[in-house]
């Protein structure tokens, strides 16, 4: 089992920036990937970002140049710099983990989600 707890959401204008942050425990982190979804309402939940334990990173075509993923693994930890906010990113913000040798796309693990809000 692998708990994630996520912080750092908030209110922001537009343009404005925020990180979130996700710290893990349980199971050995340098064992899964993370990856950060957001849900907007009404909106299915969608990947915004993902970082491997060994750094490679994927990137939701929309938050390209904006956001950015890292990871600290001395700390068991994933963030999510948010840069140049939109309306278009309020959501709640779920980070998620599976085994990096798991070959499902599915996340078994998740967070209980951190409200971003982005005013105009």
């Known amino acids: 089992q692998v708990q994630l707890v996520e912080s750092g959401g908030g209110l922001v204008q537009s343009g404005g920036s925020l990180r979130l942050s996700c710290v893990a425990s349980g199971r050995t982190f340098s064992s899964y990937t993370i990856a950060w979804f957001r849900q907007a309402p009404g909106k299915e939940r969608e990947i915004v970002a993902s970082?491997?334990?060994?750094?490679?990173?994927f990137y939701k075509d929309s938050v390209k140049g904006r956001f950015t993923i890292s990871r600290d693994s001395a700390n068991s930890a994933v963030y999510l710099q948010m840069n140049t906010l939109s309306p278009e990113d309020t959501a709640v913000y779920y980070c998620?983990?599976?085994?990096?040798?798991?070959?499902?796309?599915?996340?078994?693990?998740w967070g209980q989600g951190t409200q971003v809000t982005v005013t105009s």
């Open positions: 970082v491997t334990p060994s750094g490679i990173s």
């Open positions: 998620g983990a599976k085994n990096v040798y798991s070959s499902s796309f599915d996340y078994p693990y």
